[in-house]
Every structure is written in C-alpha cells, then in structure tokens.
C-alpha cells in the first residue's frame, strides 16, 4: 500500500534561515508521481511541484529547491532564506500509477512558522 | 489560468438542512474531486469523477451525494449532516489520474 510519511510536524525558524522538510515515502509501483503542495492559512492547498520516479534530477525554483532520492525512499524540499510568507503547511502526496491508480495518498504535513 | 472556483466560502447548516456545494473549472480537465479536510489533518478523498462519471467512491456516507452536471462542474449535495461533518472541504480537478491536482479555496462548512 502507498504511505507517505512526514515525521516533523511542525517546524519554527527564524526569517533567513534555510529549512528543509522531509518526505519518505512507500510504495511497491515501478512508476508513481510526487506532489508538494503548500497550505497557507487561507485554506487553499498550492500547487509546487511534480516529479515522476522515473526522473531524478534535482529542481531548483528560485528559493525552494527539492531533492528526490529513489534509493532512500525520500522527497525533500528546502526553502533557502525563508520569509514570513512562507509559513504554511506544507504536503507531500504520491500517486500510484498501477495500484490505486486514480489517488493521491497525503502524508499528514508540516506546520512551518517562520518568525521575523 | 489554472484557477478552480467554489461556492460557497463558508456555509453554517442544521442537520436537517439540505445544501449544496458547489465547484467550477475551465481549465478542459476532465477528472474532478472532493476531499474533506479537518483541523490539523491532509486532505481525506471522497470522490473522484473522471469525464463526468463516478469513478472512486470512497466508502462515504449517502448524506454526501456527488453530482458532475458537466466537465466544468461538480456539486456535492448535502443532506441529514452531522457535527462530525464540519470540515472544510476542497474540490480538485486534473487531466487525469496521475497529473497534477489544482485545487479550490474550499468551503468551511460548520454543521450544528
């Protein structure tokens, strides 16, 4: 069965820090899909990213950046010299292409506040 | 424009009420969803609709009934709610199962 988990709850830093959040993940498909989605207080969970097993290549996108790792299971995603608006809960989410095809299983995120 | 727009922003109900929430995409995806979301927990799936007939049910209770009157639309009729039910709930659409989902502002929805 798919599972995503996300061990840090919440995390505090202070504005300019470099924080990373972790994602590891379970799942027995050769070929799956990885989401990061970004939940602000408004409610509205926020598109970041998607990257297929099939591609490892790192991405940068101005200060997120995420590092995708098949051999440890892992999708981590770092945001370099955080602002206050970044504090938000973030997701990550994996879709199975063979089985339970058609959902997206979410782990239970993490509450980032980063303070001034 | 990858935009999905619901109505209402937030609805209080009875739980003899009957309500209807409401949820518009133009992006020509053809795969639609609901999740229901409480406090401090992901998104739970409840349905998906994919070019506009049920596809996934998730086991959820007859007092929430889906309804896809056209690729552009989905509506989830509420009836006979409970307390429990007070959640904000998300409406999604994609292209397709393994694609991106855009999700809605959601609607807070407070039973009582």
């Known amino acids: 069965a798919q599972k995503v988990t996300q061990a840090q709850t919440e995390i505090s830093v202070v504005e300019k820090e470099d924080v990373t959040l972790d994602c590891v993940y379970e799942?027995?498909?050769?070929?799956?899909?990885l989401f990061w989605y970004k939940q602000p207080p408004s409610g509205e969970l926020v598109f970041l990213i998607r990257?297929?097993?099939?591609?490892?290549q790192n991405e940068i996108s101005g200060r997120y950046s995420w590092n995708f790792q098949k051999s440890t299971s892992s999708f981590n995603f770092t945001i370099t010299a955080s602002q206050v608006v970044d504090s938000a809960v973030y997701f990550c989410?994996?879709?199975?292409?063979?089985?339970?095809?058609?959902?997206?299983?979410f782990g239970d995120g993490t509450t980032l506040t980063v303070k001034p | 424009d990858t935009e999905v727009t619901q109505t209402p922003k937030h609805l209080v109900m009875g739980m003899t009420n009957k309500k209807s929430l409401k949820c518009e995409q133009h992006?020509?995806?053809?795969?639609m969803y609901w999740y229901k979301q409480k406090a401090k927990k992901p998104p739970e799936l409840m349905f998906v609709?994919?070019?506009?007939?049920?596809?996934i049910n998730e086991s959820v209770p007859s007092r929430f009934s889906p309804e896809c009157p056209n690729s552009s639309l989905l509506n989830l009729h509420l009836h006979a709610l409970q307390p429990e039910d007070s959640a904000l709930y998300l409406c999604?659409?994609?292209?397709?199962?393994?694609?991106?989902?855009?999700f809605g502002p959601g609607t807070r929805l407070l039973v009582l």
């Open positions: 799942t027995r498909d050769t070929t799956y899909y």
């Open positions: 990257r297929n097993s099939f591609d490892e």
């Open positions: 999604a659409s994609s292209h397709g199962g393994l694609e991106t989902q855009y």
């Open positions: 992006m020509g995806h053809r795969a």
């Open positions: 989410a994996l879709s199975e292409a063979v089985t339970n095809a058609g959902k997206s299983t």
């Open positions: 609709y994919s070019y506009e007939k049920l596809s």
